[in-house]
Each structure stands twice: as structure tokens, then as C-alpha cells.
């Protein structure tokens, strides 16, 4: 085995870190190209007792595929996909390897010949994105107030154990107590950050494509108008998603203002009208219909909410048809690589810059509350921020933007403040997209005893030796004990 591992010389440097810009170090790197490769990979790992963390596309925003050392599994040399199946019920079944692209995925289903156009659901609109590491963060995307969790979308998986054994897992077979709470224990694997096993293989359920794909961008110039407008749309969301509608996202001036300056990096950009300097906020929202009637009723609805809410709609753009609604989407996923677009030129100045990303779910505070609350704290410390995300649930990214390492710090403190503060009132850090290295301190001040106890415990199960994944989600070995 030990001849097929290459040493991360200058070559690998670039694997040494994801998109959270935090840099690890490792000994050496491995490409399985089967799931036999990743058996005798771990097999070799158990043995010699080699730390091994995995990687998907490196596109993670938490440092989950950052090495603490040992060796790194990069699954990218696996992206073979199977033929489509059926299911008893007519369902969908598509099985690939962990490390083919949601790029990739899109291409292939547009290949295969179904009587329906077909489509995957988990859409965190980084195509560069694994299915397996999309897969092993529950990284659900923006639709998933209509779709639910990454989980409802893997039928089976094939995961490779410490030691090299194989465990295949079907949907709704097998169950276990996490927290009081019965989970499929594919969902452990699924959402499990790599911290338990590789997933080798995945047997994704399709959807047949909506008929009528809309896109909605709401420009808003008055907070009390924005913060109406999106208390109306939660009110009137369970009448909405029926009908279709899938996403409700938020983005704030500053977040608008890091895309206006990646215009001159970012192709997808270049055709986005410059943005006025009255907006305060932007609102994209998107519907999935299967006929055009309901999309035309969401149209309208959405139009008199904002008239209610004393938002101008003829400022609103509005689109129909995949490929004009994914511009769009390309516009709102333009948020998150302006963020890392300004860290990029950040860290020139201050190499010790890592993404500085606060992801709390609190949903027990109202919008108006949660985003004032994020920007008084930031003003208090002296930070800039940018902040969008999702509107159901008010989880929102709080990226702060600090230009010094002083500022670093201070931010870190200022997040700890938040969550502590949250933790009282019932919120919790969301592991959409998750924990990874980054938001570990965060997740273990702030998760319930009982359920990092089951954690650990279902660790030392699965992963005796603690090789995988060493320091994601849960302390490593040395800091455990
Ligand atoms: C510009 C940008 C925008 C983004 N927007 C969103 C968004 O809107 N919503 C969202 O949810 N996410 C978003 N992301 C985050 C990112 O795309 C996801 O976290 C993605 O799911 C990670 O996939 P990956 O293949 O890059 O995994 P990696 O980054 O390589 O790995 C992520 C984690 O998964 C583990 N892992 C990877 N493959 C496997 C495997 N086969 N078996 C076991 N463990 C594995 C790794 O060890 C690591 O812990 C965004 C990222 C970027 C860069």
C-alpha cells in the first residue's frame, strides 16, 4: 500500500486545505480508484495506526477535509456512476461513486434516456461539490424547505469501515437511539462528516424535474418594508410551498456589495445590472411547479405581499425556465464565493486568515431580531460582515470580514458571545454544510450532553482507533480523554 501513497510535496500543496482557507498538514496522499482501493487504504490505516481524513471536492466552508495529519483519501479519481433503476413504486435510483461532482451528476442525468428529465434534489449550488462530501455534511442547498433533508434522497449506501470492512445500508432497515431520538442509522453515515467511515458508493432517489421552474429577486430599500415582507412570506409560507415554492433567501447590503466588487472576477456576474445604492437588501426566491397555473399564483401572491409590505415590485426581477432561473441561482450562490473571493485577497495581507462563518439556527427569535441583533454585535466590535441565507428558520450565515488578525480574534469572541447567548433561548448551531474543524468549539459548547455522548460513543464503535477524519465535529484522541 505504502508505495501507492505520494508524499504531499509542492505538487499536493493545494490539498492541504478546502474553501475555508484553514490550512492542515499531512504526511502523504492517496487516490483510490475503487472501493477496493479504499478497503485496502484503510486496512493499511488500522494496522499502522495512520490518521486518514477524506476528501470530497474541497469545497466545504468548515475545514471538514482539512488534514490534522497522517494521510489524506482523496476520492476524485471515483466518479463512475451506474445505469438508472426503477423501483417497485416507479421510483428513480440512480447508484455513483462518492466522488463524482453535482456538475458531473447534472451532466449525466441530462445523458440518460428516462421517459421523464430527472433530477437530484441537494442543491448546495457549488457544483465542484461531491455527492459524497454533499452527502457526509447533509448539505442540503436552498431548496430544502421544499425537499428536506440529503438524507430523504440516498436510498443506500456502501460504506468502507476502519479495517476495510464493507457495510451496505438500505433506507429504513436498520435504527438506532441517538439522543432519545430513533435515527436510521444511515443517517449516521449521511451527515456524519466522514468522522465514522468513507462512503463509497450511493444509490441517489431522482425526482422527475418540476414542469415550471420560476426565479424571484425582490430588491428592497426600507428595512421596515424588508423585515414585512419577509414576515408575511413565513406566514404565508405553508399555503405557498404547496403550490411550490422551494426558497426563500436573504441578502444583505454588504453581502451585495462583495458581489458588486467580484464583477471583475466572476463571469456569471458580468450581466447583473450595478447595483443601486438605495438597496438594502435582496430576496431570491424560487418555485418548483408542476403546473403553470400554481406558478403564476405564487407570481402574484408574491407581488401582493409586497405591495402589502410597501416594497416597490415593479424593481423585482422575475424569470421562468431552467436555464434563465439558474442564472439567477448563480447570482444568489454569488454571495458565498464573493465572501471567499474577499478572504482570498484578505489573506494576502494576513496569511492567518481563515472563512470566519457563524451559522446558528434561531428560530425561536423573530427575522427583524435575529439580523439587527448580528449587526449591532458586529458594529460593536468594530466588524464588517456580510449576511444572507435562508429565511425559514432564520439561518443565516454571518460571514464576518476581519482585516487584521486582532480583528480575527475579536471576531471568534464575538461568535462565542452569540452562541452562548442563543443556547439559552433554544438555538442551536446548524450543521447544514457542516461542522467541520472550524465550528467544533462552537458545536461541543453548544450541542445537548447527551447527544455528543452518543456521538463519541457510536465513534469508538465505528472507528475504535479514531483514524478517520481526526478532529471534525468531535475532539480528537488526546483531547477526548
Ligand atoms: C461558494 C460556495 C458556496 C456554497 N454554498 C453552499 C450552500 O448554499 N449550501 C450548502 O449546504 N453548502 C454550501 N457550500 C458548501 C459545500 O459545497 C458543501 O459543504 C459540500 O457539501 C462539500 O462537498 P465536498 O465534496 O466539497 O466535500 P469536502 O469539502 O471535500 O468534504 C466535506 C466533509 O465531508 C467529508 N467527506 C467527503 N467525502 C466523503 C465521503 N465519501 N465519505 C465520508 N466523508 C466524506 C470530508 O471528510 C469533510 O468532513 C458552498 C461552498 C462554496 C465554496
Known sequence: MKDKIYNVEEKFQDYLSDESRLQGQADGIFFPESEADIQEFAAWAYESRAAATIQGGRTGLAGGAVPAGGCLLNLS????????????????????????????????????????????????????????????????????PRYGNTGRHIARARIVLAGGRVMELRRGEQFISLAGKKIDLLDLFIGGEGIFGVLSRLTLQLQPRPRHTWGFMFFLEQKEALYAFVENLKKNWRELMPLGLAAAEYMDRSTLQLMEEYKEAAESLKAAPPLDPGVLAAVYLEAHCSREEAA???ADRLVDM???????PDRAWAVTGENDVEKMRDFRHAAATAVNYHLARARLAEPRLTGLEVYLEADCEDFAGVVEKYKAGCAGAGLKAAIYGHILGNRLRVNLLPESYAQYEEGRRLIKRWALELAGRRGKVDRQHGIGKLKRELFLQMAPREYLEDLQRLKEHYDPAGLWNRGTLLPPPCESR
Open 77 to 144: 479519481r471515483m466518479s463512475r456512476t451506474g445505469e438508472l433503476a426503477r423501483g417497485r413504486g416507479g421510483e428513480f435510483y440512480l447508484e455513483v461513486e462518492p466522488g463524482l461532482s453535482l456538475l458531473q451528476l447534472r451532466q449525466e442525468l441530462k445523458r440518460l434516456k428516462s421517459e421523464v428529465e430527472l433530477f437530484w434534489p441537494p442543491d448546495p449550488t457549488e457544483t465542484a461539490a461531491s455527492v459524497g462530501g454533499i452527502a457526509s455534511c447533509g448539505a442540503r442547498g436552498i431548496c430544502a
Open 306 to 312: 409586497a405591495v402589502e409590505s410597501s416594497c416597490d
Open 296 to 298: 403564476l399564483e405564487i
